[in-house]
Nanobody
Framework: QVQLVESGGGLVQAGDSLRLSCSAS????????VGWFRQAPGKEREFVAA????????VYGDSVKGRFTISRENAKNTVYLQMNSLKPEDTAVYSC?????????????????????WGQGTQVTVSS
């Protein structure tokens, strides 16, 4: 069973960048797909990005394509979310999540219910 801890959130201005980290422990990280999700006050949780266990395939939500990049370093048990050109509408609690799969090169899932393990989340606030 894997445990996930997010870090890197904060308060920034529109147009700035932030890099979030998701550190994992307790499992063989190279067999876990990892996704980032976000939830703004009064809104449903939204898919942001995901990466397969090998790191060979990534997928993005429409609202962040071209601005956010997900990557991973399996040797460090860490997944990153680089967020550029941030907008006020990116303000939310960002959570990383993971599910185990031995299909390490397959496209990762966008579905929230595919993810078994969740971190506590980190707040990102973008001021205008």
């Amino acid at each position: 069973q894997v445990q996930l801890v997010e870090s890197g959130g904060g308060l920034v201005q529109a147009g700035d960048s932030l890099r979030l980290s998701c550190s994992a422990s307790g499992g063989t990280f190279s067999y876990y797909a990892v996704g980032w999700f976000r939830q703004a006050p009064g809104k449903e949780r939204e898919f942001v990005a995901a990466i397969n266990p090998s790191g060979s395939t990534t997928v993005y939500g429409d609202s962040v394509k071209g601005r956010f990049t997900i990557s991973r370093e399996n040797a460090k048990n860490t997944v990153y979310l680089q967020m550029n050109s941030l907008k006020p509408e990116d303000t939310a609690v960002y959570s990383c999540a993971a599910y185990q799969t031995f299909a390490t090169t397959f496209r990762p899932s966008l579905r929230i219910d595919a993810y078994s393990y969740w971190g506590q989340g980190t707040q990102v606030t973008v001021s205008s």
